[in-house]
């Protein structure tokens, strides 16, 4: 039961989010990740709080299992030591603006010169062509491109932005996609390619069929809060101290919610008696089921439904989130043993393979960690003539 | 130039959304997906509007590309043809709750005793193990149980459901990242593997570190509307005739910034003169900074805003975003042939492969349509017979 990147030697120049996230996924597959990270001072997100001992939480959080190693790539030695160490890697992740890689004589092209093998992944805001590939991206800028803000909310409301870095956090995920078809691609071709991904194109291939039913009907998507588009009711309810969610897709639930919440008299209504009647109806079908859900705790009304076998559920902060029995019984929280933090909870892998499990997690690295490691590797040097390189400053 | 999956067969059990859009993203990598769908009806999303003569915009938009076939998988000839079927796969995918396939004799088991090289990709709402593997899930469901919904809108005001159904999105991604992995795994081994996706593990992972974070201080995450959490100004804020967004990530920017919207005082200000003032003077910076910004259109503030290198960004609706020149420039608008409902515009894929580029794209299969040539070709038949079969329903 080997995990599926064992072997797979990963050069990581990823900075903040998108970029990490991608490459921790590698990490927990298996892969062996090599960050480069900036000397004295790391990746940016080490001097986010809050902290642990001294240890940011951000940082710890996306990018454990990961070696760390700090050169300054404006060096010309640093460069020419990451070229070597590249010439051992199989695959180079980045997330810099587009043209800064070139001009440190590290971009694709130069790169797979000198190792055809090489798969390149590239994170951008926009990617690395087209006419705004200069601009400058966060994930609150491409949130705003992309349609989301104006879908999130309540109808006729200010926009919203979704309320974690979604723009970030999908590229992420779509950078490790397009690594593992390049990888599996080169088991074909024996040769590596440009993987080039960009956070606005992320965005839009998750709107679901926001952008074909606008271009097919002409009819600009609105928000409509908290409620489904074309099943009723099928939302967030007001319960006595909180909310909750109910889904009551068809006919028979929707008798046996009204009967549950004390108005089976609704299932019966010629106003609410079908799903397209409950939503032209909605405004008062709405109204009529929070003054019945607004006289109980959302307990009490998550057990009564679930005994009816109505789909329910709380609208959870993340205290009941890390508790809910099934994230738990998933291996969803796990630990990692940081050298300078101590014992970290952090959120498990989603990737469930059952002949190649992630049963546990390395830490983050510390900076510079792997720095004599790595040169002793790359150089051919001992360990000795490696930390007189770096208190010298060679690669500073 | 060969496509990634040319060659791969899946067989695809999957409907409405989750799976859908995985076999659609391995659809897009060059994949065979043979869509297996319920005699008459289909998917249930084909029946779900806006429809162009007669197909419907939800189904066609995450169906591309695949083929279709009808089996009632409750017939035990439709059973067997489809255990030949799968003999001649590489992966199976299905998002029934759990259980379902088992019934059907048609679980990992089953199938891997007859095909030890297929992968088995299982996408539901808690996964397959654990206390909560039956409880039903829709995405609302997923989205309140997440905390997702918690952390987004307004500080103190309702939850908000993300305006798309992220946790269908998110775990048909994560499926087709599984996939990818077992099929990288299989190079080595020689031997398929389950795979076990959860909508709730997979939001969970996309959380950043806000569970992390939560777990080692205690302290429970709450929305924080449209800014950042740490950097100021970094938000949507109010124009004359709408909203955009602004990112002044330091000092300079925000000095810039000052000027730019005519208050240059703000910049000295002891309140707002580093970032930590901004972010504990947030209330009052807000309201003057929204002051200055409501005196003028949104396009004449991106222009200003450009000039002067400021980090800014419209709130666009969804017919802006598939105007946009990047968007354009990235072919993330691309366009079907469909038999019936012909042109249809779409959404492109977002993995950007310099060797395996996704030119074109296939349309979406009307119901059954790949029934008389699938039916040859596992039974050995010839059309005439396989057309006798379909019509006497020796499938149905």
């Not at 992309?146 to 870095?165: E, F």
Request: hydrophobic share 40%; glycine share 8%.
């Amino acid at each position: 039961m080997s995990k599926v990147l064992e072997g797979v030697r990963v050069i990581d120049f990823t900075r903040v989010l998108a970029g990490p996230f991608c490459s921790m996924i590698l990490a927990d597959l298996g892969a062996e990740v090599i960050k480069i990270e900036r000397p004295e001072t790391g990746d940016d997100t080490r001097a986010y709080g809050p902290f642990i001992n001294g240890e940011s939480l951000y940082f710890m959080s996306v990018n454990r299992g990961k070696k760390s190693i700090t050169l300054n790539l404006k060096n010309p030695k640093s460069v020419a030591l990451l070229k070597s160490l590249i010439k051992t890697a199989d695959v180079v992740v980045e997330n810099f603006k587009p043209g800064v890689m070139k001009r440190l004589g590290l971009d694709y092209e130069a790169l797979s010169a000198i190792n055809p093998r090489l798969i390149y992944a590239a994170s951008s805001g926009f990617g690395q062509t087209g006419p705004w590939s200069q601009k400058p991206a966060y994930d609150l800028i491409v949130q705003g491109l992309s349609g989301i803000m104006s879908l999130t909310g309540t109808p006729g409301g200010k926009p919203n932005k979704v309320g974690m870095s979604i723009a970030d956090m999908d590229a992420g995920i779509f950078a490790a996609l397009g690594i593992m078809a390049a990888l599996l691609q080169r088991e074909k071709t024996g040769r590596g390619q440009l993987v080039d991904i960009a956070m606005l194109d992320c965005m839009l291939s998750i709107l679901e069929n926001a952008a074909t039913r606008y271009m097919a009907t002409g009819v600009v998507p609105e928000a409509i809060g908290n409620r489904h588009a074309i099943i009723t009711p099928f939302t967030m309810v007001e319960a006595k101290d909180g909310y909750l969610n109910i889904a009551a897709g068809n006919d028979v639930l929707f008798g046996k919610f009204a009967q549950c919440i004390g108005m089976a008299f609704l299932a019966t209504d010629e106003r609410f008696n079908t799903n397209d009647k409950r939503l032209q109806n909605w405004d008062a079908l709405s109204a009529l089921i929070n003054e019945a859900t607004r006289q109980k705790n959302v307990q009490l009304w998550l057990e009564l439904l679930e005994k009816e076998g109505i789909p329910s559920g709380p609208i959870n902060t993340m205290d009941k989130v890390v508790e809910n029995p099934q994230v738990l019984a998933r291996n969803m929280v796990m630990e990692m043993q940081h050298p300078v933090a101590g014992k970290v909870r952090c959120v498990g892998s989603p990737l469930k393979l059952s002949d190649s499990p992630i049963h546990s997690i390395q830490p983050s690295p510390t900076l510079g960690e792997s720095n004599i490691d790595i040169i002793c590797e790359i150089t051919g040097c001992d360990v000795e003539e490696a930390r007189r390189l770096v208190q010298e400053g060679e690669f500073h």
